[in-house]
């Protein structure tokens, strides 16, 4: 089966600071891994998505994640953060069964940037 | 641009209620599916459909059916509301290749 833990619930960093947003997976497959954003009141974005092409996968924003078989992570960076960047974010594996397919959302992890 | 919409934002209701919330997209994708968002739980999916009429049940189905009469419109029904199905609810949409789309949610409060 497959399933995702995001192992910080909250993350607080200071405007300009690097963002390190951690996830690991669990996977009987080579998995199709995402990476969505959710600001406040707002519907859920996607920032990028690995499906077993080059392991660094950029996003929007700035974003980019590294997926690390090894490690069975795909942790979230970004260089410098920005205000703007505060919101929910979440880490996804795309799971198939039975010729269909669904996404299985991590719990989230709320990201605070400060001045 | 494409969207998928669900027809109320906010909703409340009262408990044994029959509730009905409404979700279209206009992308013709086959796949639809219904979440639940709670805090520190992320989006738990309640059920999907892969076609007009067909359904699954998801991972948290209990106290909830769907409809889907039409390829556009998903349904998700509460038989009878409960105060713990207060929740954010997202439906979303997906083609065969797997783009997922989002709409914007419908908080439901049960008093």
């Known amino acids: 089966a497959q399933s995702v833990t995001q192992l910080d619930s909250h993350v607080s960093v200071s405007e300009g600071t690097p963002v390190l947003l951690r996830c690991n997976y669990s996977s009987s497959y080579s998995p199709s891994l995402f990476w969505y954003v959710q600001h406040p009141n707002k519907g859920l974005q996607l920032l990028l998505k690995?499906?077993?092409?080059?392991?660094l996968v950029k996003g929007i924003n700035g974003f980019e994640a590294e997926f690390k078989k090894s490690e069975t992570s795909f942790h979230l960076t970004k260089p410098s953060a920005h205000m703007s960047d505060a919101a929910e974010y979440f880490c996804v594996v795309r799971w198939f069964s039975g010729g269909y397919n669904k996404l299985i959302f991590g719990a989230g992890t709320r990201l605070a940037v400060h001045p | 641009d494409v969207k998928v919409t669900q027809s109320s934002r906010y909703l409340v209701k009262r408990t044994g209620e029959k509730v009905f919330l409404e979700c279209v997209q206009d992308m013709d994708h086959e796949n639809m599916f219904w979440y639940r968002q709670d805090p520190g739980l992320g989006l738990r999916l309640i059920y999907f459909s892969y076609d007009v009429k067909m359904k699954e049940k998801g991972d948290i189905p209990e106290g909830y059916s769907v409809s889907r009469e039409k390829k556009e419109r998903f349904s998700l029904i509460l038989e009878s509301a409960s105060t713990n199905q207060t929740s954010m609810y997202l439906c979303a949409s997906s083609s065969s290749n797997y783009g997922y789309t989002f709409g914007s949610g419908t908080r439901l409060t049960v008093v």
């Open positions: 690995y499906t077993s092409a080059a392991t």
